[in-house]
Each structure stands twice: as structure tokens, then as C-alpha cells.
Antibody, heavy 119, light 107 residues
């Protein structure tokens, strides 16, 4: 059974940093591209980052480019999202998601971790 | 960026009826479209990919169709467990973008 478990969220002040983790199990993590997607309270879904299975390519939404960094450690079956210069508009539930077979949809999602940016 | 326009935003329907949700892309996405269901307080779940392919384990009451810029999600024989918000998402190019969602209520 595929499982994705996020952690590392919390309440932080504007301008600060936070690093999210997503531990994967139930599939060969090192063979799949992985994504981060977020959802602001009572809002829709926003894709924010993708990393290839071997970390050879990374893509970001303009809203986070230059501030957020996606990375992975295949030896630990773990995906990361390092978030710097956090803003109030980064307040959201953050989901990690597995790349669907051969294409850019999301076939499995974690339960999400909440990040609140507020003074 | 490809914009995804989803309609309606809100939908109310009776048990046993069928409903359709539409998604219009701002350019040809060549069938690279997925649909998701998000129940209150939960993460989204994949229903449909490649416009019309049913994800494993999803009831056959759900179906997808469309091509080019226009796509449809149909739910037949509505059940109480279908209460959710539904999103479309294209994966033709980066950035990947979602529709704004359709909240489904059962009358």
C-alpha cells in the first residue's frame, strides 16, 4: 500500500524558514518523480514543485521560485521542501504527491501538513 | 501558463441522478487532463487521468471525456459518498494548473 506521510509544518513568522519532509513507503520511491502541491485555507489547489526520480530536474511554480527548494534522499525514501522567506500568502496545507505512471498527474497524495505564516 | 476554467462552481443534485462538470483549457492540452475528488478535510484523490482513463479502484459511475480544450467529468447514479469538491488538472506543460473546483451537494 502506497503511503506518503508529511511532517515539519507549524506556525512561523513572516520572513522565516521551514523544511517539510514526506516519507514514502509501499512503492519504489527512487523510481518515481515527486511533487509538492498546496492548498490555502478554503481555496483551490496549487502545484508548486516537481523533482525527478534521480534529482536531475526540478520545476517550480513562479509563486515559489527562488524561495523554495525541492529535494529528495532516495536512501531514506524521503522528499523535502525547504521554504525560505515565508510570506503570509504561503499559509496553506502542503501535500506531497507521487507522479502518476508516465505522466504529470498525481496518483497518490499524503494527508498534508499545515504551514501557517503569521506574526 | 495554461488556464483551466471549471464550471459550475457549485452543483446540487439528487441521489440517483447524473451530473456533469466541465473544464475548459486556455489552449489545446491534447488529452493530458486529470480529475480529482476531495472530500471535506481529506487530501484529493485521483479519479480520471488522460481525460478518460479510470483510476484503479474508482467506481465505474465516474467517467471522463473530451479532447483539445474541452473536457467533461460525468458522475452517474449519484451516491451520498459523492459529496465532495471536484478539480480538473492539466499536465500538458509546466506549470501544472488546476481548475477552481466544483462543490457537489446532494439534495
Amino acid at each position: 500500500e502506497v503511503q506518503l506521510v508529511e511532517s515539519g509544518g507549524g506556525l512561523v513568522q513572516p520572513g522565516s524558514s521551514l523544511k517539510l519532509s514526506c516519507v514514502a513507503s509501499g512503492f519504489t520511491f527512487s523510481s518515481y518523480n515527486m511533487h509538492w502541491i498546496r492548498q490555502a485555507p478554503k481555496k483551490g489547489l496549487e502545484w508548486i514543485a516537481l523533482i525527478y526520480y534521480d534529482s536531475s530536474n526540478k520545476y517550480y511554480a513562479d509563486s515559489v521560485k527562488g524561495r523554495f527548494t525541492i529535494s529528495r534522499d532516495n536512501s531514506k525514501n524521503t522528499l523535502y521542501l525547504e521554504m525560505n522567506s515565508l510570506r503570509s500568502e504561503d499559509t496553506a496545507m502542503y501535500y506531497c504527491a507521487k507522479w502518476g505512471l508516465g505522466a504529470g498527474y498525481f496518483d497518490y497524495w499524503g494527508q498534508g501538513v499545515m504551514v501557517t505564516v503569521s506574526s | 501558463d495554461i488556464q483551466m476554467t471549471q464550471s459550475p462552481s457549485f452543483l446540487s443534485a439528487s441521489l440517483g441522478n447524473s451530473i456533469t462538470i466541465t473544464c475548459h483549457a486556455s489552449q489545446n492540452i491534447k488529452g493530458w487532463l486529470a480529475w480529482y475528488q476531495q472530500k471535506s478535510g481529506n487530501a484529493p484523490e485521483l479519479l480520471i487521468y488522460k481525460a478518460s482513463s479510470l483510476q484503479s479502484g474508482v467506481p465505474s459511475r465516474f467517467s471522463g471525456s473530451g479532447s483539445g480544450t474541452d473536457y467533461i467529468l460525468t458522475i452517474s447514479n449519484l451516491q451520498p459518498e459523492d459529496i465532495a469538491t471536484y478539480y480538473c488538472q492539466h499536465y500538458q506543460s509546466f506549470p501544472l494548473t488546476f481548475g477552481s473546483g466544483t462543490k457537489l451537494e446532494i439534495k
